[in-house]
T-cell receptor
Framework: DAGITQSPRHKVTETGTPVTLRCHQTENHRYMYWYRQDPGHGLRLIHY???????DKGEVSDGYSVSRSKTEDFLLTLESATSSQTSVYFC???????????FGSGTRLTVV | AQSVTQLDSQVPVFEEAPVELRCNYS??????LFWYVQYPNQGLQLLLK??????LVKGINGFEAEFNKSQTSFHLRKPSVHISDTAEYFC???????????FGKGTTLSVSS
C-alpha cells in the first residue's frame, strides 16, 4: 500500500528464537498499529503507538513487544517465538482516528 | 467494552444479485464505524465509514451502509454484486478510549456466475 511497507513479507522461524517485524511509513502519521489475523478471529490488536516512544498494549500483547524510536518506524518483536504466534501480521497507520486506517500488505510468519 | 459481531461468516451469492452483510456493535460511547475489504493475499482497504450525520453512507465500488443507532447495527449493502466483489469484509468500531479499532471476525462474500 502506498505510504506504508512491511518487512519481511514472509518469514519462517524456529520456536524459541526472537523475531522482529518492521513497519515503515512515509505519511508522517501519528498513530501506528500492529494486528494479527487468524482464521475465525478476524484482526486482533497487539500493540499500538500514538507517538514516538509512546506505545500501549492491545488485547493480545503477551509475548510481544514494540518500539517506536522514529515517527516512521514501528517494530514488533516476538521475544521467543511460539507456534501459536504463527499468523499474518498487519501494520496500520492513521493520522486522525476519524480517517480510519491504511494497512500494509502483511507479513506471513510461520513458527516451526 | 466495545465489540463487533458480524452475523454471517460466509455469504454466497450469484452475480448481479443484491447482498447485505450484517454488522452489530456494542458501545458505551459515541462510535465511529468502518467497513473494510480484503482481497486474497492483500491488506485491508477502507470501503466506507460513518462518523456522524446522515445515517446512509456511500463508499467505493458501489457499496453503501446504514447506521442504525436504535438497533446498534451498521449493515453493508450492494444492489448488484460482481465476481470481483469476492473477498472478505470486516466491520470495525473504535474502542472506548478512541485509540484503536476493534474488528469483527469477518464475512467471506463469494460471488459466483
Amino acid at each position: 500500500d502506498a505510504g506504508i511497507t512491511q518487512s519481511p513479507r514472509h518469514k519462517v522461524t524456529e520456536t524459541g528464537t526472537p523475531v522482529t517485524l518492521r513497519c515503515h511509513q512515509t505519511e508522517n502519521h501519528r498513530y501506528m498499529y500492529w494486528y494479527r489475523q487468524d482464521p475465525g478471529h478476524g484482526l486482533r490488536l497487539i500493540h499500538y503507538s500514538y507517538g514516538v516512544k509512546d506505545t500501549d498494549k492491545g488485547e493480545v500483547s503477551d509475548g510481544y513487544s514494540v518500539s517506536r524510536s522514529k515517527t516512521e518506524d514501528f517494530l514488533l518483536t516476538l521475544e521467543s517465538a511460539t507456534s501459536s504466534q504463527t499468523s499474518v501480521y498487519f501494520c496500520a497507520i492513521s493520522g486522525h482516528r476519524e480517517d480510519g486506517y491504511t494497512f500494509g500488505s502483511g507479513t506471513r510468519l510461520t513458527v516451526v | 467494552a466495545q465489540s463487533v459481531t458480524q452475523l454471517d461468516s460466509q455469504v454466497p451469492v450469484f452475480e448481479e444479485a443484491p447482498v447485505e452483510l450484517r454488522c452489530n456493535y456494542s458501545s458505551s460511547v459515541s462510535v465511529y464505524l468502518f467497513w473494510y475489504v480484503q482481497y486474497p493475499n492483500q491488506g485491508l482497504q477502507l470501503l466506507l465509514k460513518y462518523l456522524s450525520g446522515s445515517t446512509l453512507v456511500k463508499g467505493i465500488n458501489g457499496f453503501e451502509a446504514e447506521f442504525n443507532k436504535s438497533q446498534t447495527s451498521f449493515h453493508l449493502r450492494k444492489p448488484s454484486v460482481h465476481i470481483s466483489d469476492t473477498a472478505e469484509y470486516f466491520c470495525a468500531v473504535n474502542n472506548q478510549a478512541g485509540t484503536a479499532l476493534i474488528f469483527g471476525k469477518g464475512t467471506t462474500l463469494s460471488v459466483s456466475s
